[in-house]
């Protein structure tokens, strides 16, 4: 099947607005693949971290990205054969991966890689850029927010529920930073397209955001 004919749904949106548990809800009820972008940027600075590289030294950076020996096993995350699913995780993780999503030839570095999820019998991808940059043509846009106070209180309640100490001020300034980071750089910027539809999931579950993709997901694709 030509790769294009293959169906995208884009999920896009800020730190901890719950796109990661939404988009995987939507790929299990089609029965589609998942593509965790954010993972690939995680991934990229986690490889930096231990190779002491600099967050400006972009030449070296890009060129871990194009190097980067990943698999994804169901919720697992390999880099070279050493299991990492937690290791990216970690604030320093955090910090580093949007420090690196900064620089271009590290987004160009990882473009073919993303691409190449697009596997019958569809997709769906979640990230910052999936809509506008990667899969322009997909089938679905979705811009998913929720407000910062709900997501610094989501991002509270699983740090706690994993033993990890944290405090909803702290959280809620790093979330606003990393924000402000993401939409104000040169490349790939997160904002909301003119052809996505807005999700705010302030006061929804996790299942009333599934369904309201998967609702418009099928309008799309009714013929006529
Ligand atoms: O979604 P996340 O928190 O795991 O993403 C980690 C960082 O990577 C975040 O700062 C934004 C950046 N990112 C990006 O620039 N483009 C993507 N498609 C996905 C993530």
Request: proline fraction near 5%; aromatic fraction near 4%.
């Amino acid at each position: 099947m030509a790769r294009e004919l293959i169906p995208v749904i884009a999920i896009d949106g800020p730190s901890a607005s719950g796109k990661g548990t939404v988009a995987q809800g939507v790929a299990r009820a089609l029965g589609w693949r998942y593509l965790d972008s954010g993972a690939l940027y995680r991934l990229v600075a986690l490889a930096a971290l231990e190779l002491a590289v600099e967050w400006d030294q972009a030449q070296r950076l890009a060129e871990i990205a194009g190097r980067l020996d990943v698999q994804f096993e169901g919720d697992e995350v390999w880099l070279a054969g050493r299991r990492v699913t937690e290791a990216i995780r970690t604030e320093a993780c955090s910090v580093g991966a949007s420090r690196c999503a900064a620089v271009p030839a590290v987004r160009s570095a990882l473009l073919a890689r993303q691409r190449s999820f697009r596997t019958p019998p569809g997709l769906v991808a979640e990230g910052r850029d999936m809509g506008s940059v990667v899969f322009p043509d997909a089938v679905l846009k979705v811009f998913l927010t929720a407000s910062v106070e709900a997501r610094a209180e989501r991002r509270h309640k699983q740090l706690i529920d994993k033993g990890i100490p944290a405090n909803i001020p702290t959280l809620l300034r790093d979330l606003q930073e990393r924000d402000a980071r993401d939409a104000e750089r040169p490349v790939a910027p997160l904002r909301q397209l003119p052809d996505a539809r807005l999700l705010d999931t302030t006061r929804l579950t996790v299942d009333e955001a599934v369904a309201q993709v998967l609702g418009w997901y099928r309008e799309r694709a009714k013929p006529g």
